[in-house]
């Protein structure tokens, strides 16, 4: 038995999401908006074939999306973030290793026994996804990291694979590599490629077989270890584990600009319980954290400004973390700045597990349990009820200056008042 690397991916994910969720746009043109309904961040295939360009404003295709018939969304990531987490939970029962690498991608291993291929394993995984979750997924594998995303940019491309592909069981992989952009190659960031490109490197073949001493003496251990996963030996290892997760971070652009501490305090505190409630999912603590705003980069009177305070023992309580922000946000506040946007980042990550306590200044056993308590009976009820069922009095803010989302699809699958009723006659 060998081990194989999988990278799994859904495939347009948020399009994906709003088709699932909603089935009469399924097999229709779907994009999907960035935050206030700024630009395209994703489209369904059927969008893509009709020529809607990534990244574009929404305003500039306003006419043309209408002409087309496209159904246009507002990002709803409470959907997305779900989906996610019942996609992870999935992948995780039917791999033997799994690394959560963003939202709809995922790296995972599997025995495979001798000369076999995994493609009828790929499908039924495939298959089985579809059936529990709804969304379409892709699965490339291959011996190493580098090589499963190769994979997986080919389930893509040639259609007779029908999203899997699985190069580790092809003796010559050279005609395949070949198919590679350099810039595809995971791991080669632009300074990189630009780098290569100068010197007649443009696909993964060339990469494969260009001088290793070239790349580690421009790009080291890192460069190298590129080119090896290229060959077929493993170097970046699946990491199982969320805890490496550097931070956390949560911030949001304004639908229009603030310019009261007031205000500015309101948004902080409601970042600040989303990042916390972040930390207890994953059984983490913080003990630093940083607040930031800014005004629109393109004004004259541009100003940015943040704070950090450090937290002396490490928590995941939201109102010591509201009580420091809280501080910070008086900072970083100046006024006559029309403020859009904002965010928190909560550093020096570690696992709930193991923690030191001083001896002296801590809060009290019977305190701290308090505060444990009242966090979980918070948590527990916007689980059952969505998101906001709960907060604290302090983040609670007007309806009109939340991020604007006027095309919300409206339809949660984390909120039991969205939940479909069925009539049964
Ligand atoms: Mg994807």
């Known amino acids: 038995m060998s081990k194989v690397i999988l990278q799994i991916d859904g495939n347009n994910f948020y399009a994906s999401c709003e088709q699932m969720i909603d089935p009469s746009i399924k097999g229709k043109g779907v994009i999907v908006l960035s935050n206030n309904d700024g630009c395209i961040i994703a489209r369904s295939s059927e969008a893509r074939k009709m020529g809607i360009p990534m990244g574009q404003p929404y305003f500039k295709l306003k006419d043309k999306l209408a002409q087309l018939n496209i159904n246009v969304r507002s990002s709803n990531?409470?959907?997305?973030?779900?989906?996610?987490?019942?996609?992870?939970?999935?992948?995780?029962?039917?791999?033997?290793?799994?690394?959560?690498?963003?939202?709809?991608?995922?790296?995972?291993?599997?025995s495979r026994p001798p000369q076999k291929s995994l493609y009828q394993w790929g499908k039924d995984l495939r298959a089985l996804v579809y059936?529990?979750?709804?969304?379409?997924?892709?699965?490339?594998?291959?011996?190493?990291k580098v090589l499963s995303k190769i994979s997986n940019h080919l389930a893509k491309k040639i259609q007779k694979y029908s999203g899997i592909f699985d190069i580790g069981i092809i003796q010559n992989k050279d005609p395949y590599l070949k198919q590679i952009h350099i810039n595809q190659v995971w791991g080669i960031g632009k300074r990189m490629s630009i780098w290569l490109k100068n010197r007649g490197i443009t696909n993964a073949l060339e990469l494969k077989n260009m001088?290793?001493?070239?790349?580690?003496?421009?790009?080291?251990?890192?460069?190298?270890?590129?080119?090896y996963?290229?060959?077929?030996?493993?170097?970046?290892?699946?990491?199982?584990?969320?805890?490496?997760?550097?931070?956390?971070?949560?911030?949001?652009?304004?639908?229009?600009?603030?310019?009261?501490?007031?205000?500015?305090?309101?948004?902080?505190?409601?970042?600040?319980?989303?990042?916390?409630?972040?930390?207890?999912?994953?059984?983490?603590?913080?003990?630093?954290?940083?607040?930031?705003?800014?005004?629109?980069?393109?004004?004259?009177?541009?100003?940015?400004?943040?704070?950090?305070?450090?937290?002396n023992i490490p928590t995941s309580n939201?109102?010591?973390?509201?009580?420091?922000?809280?501080?910070?946000?008086?900072?970083?506040?100046?006024?006559?700045?029309?403020?859009?946007?904002?965010?928190?980042?909560?550093?020096?990550?570690?696992?709930n597990k193991y923690i030191q306590k001083p001896l002296f200044n801590g809060l009290g056993i019977q305190k701290e349990l308090h505060l444990e308590r009242l966090d979980n009976v918070i948590d527990n009820i916007n689980t059952r009820n969505g998101i906001n069922t709960i907060g604290w009095g302090s983040s609670v803010i007007e309806e009109e200056w939340k991020t604007s989302k006027r095309k919300l699809s409206n339809i949660m699958t984390t909120n039991i008042e969205n939940i479909a009723t069925i009539y049964a006659i």
């Open 77 to 110: 990531y409470e959907l997305y973030g779900d989906i996610s987490n019942r996609l992870m939970h999935l992948l995780r029962k039917n791999c033997e290793e799994l690394e959560i690498y963003s939202i709809d991608e995922a790296f995972g291993s599997i």
């Open 318 to 351: 939201s109102k010591i973390m509201i009580e420091k922000s809280l501080l910070l946000t008086n900072k970083i506040f100046k006024p006559y700045k029309k403020l859009i946007k904002a965010g928190v980042i909560l550093h020096n990550i570690q696992s």
């Open 211 to 227: 001088s290793s001493n070239q790349i580690k003496e421009k790009y080291g251990v890192v460069g190298l270890r590129i080119q």
């Open 131 to 144: 059936q529990n979750i709804g969304i379409p997924i892709s699965i490339g594998m291959g011996e190493t």
């Open 229 to 311: 996963e290229l060959k077929g030996t493993l170097c970046i290892p699946i990491k199982e584990t969320q805890l490496d997760r550097k931070e956390i971070s949560v911030s949001r652009s304004f639908s229009y600009p603030i310019d009261s501490l007031e205000e500015l305090n309101k948004v902080i505190i409601k970042y600040v319980l989303m990042a916390s409630n972040k930390l207890r999912k994953n059984n983490l603590l913080c003990s630093s954290i940083t607040v930031f705003t800014n005004t629109n980069i393109y004004s004259n009177d541009f100003f940015k400004s943040e704070a950090t305070e450090k937290i």
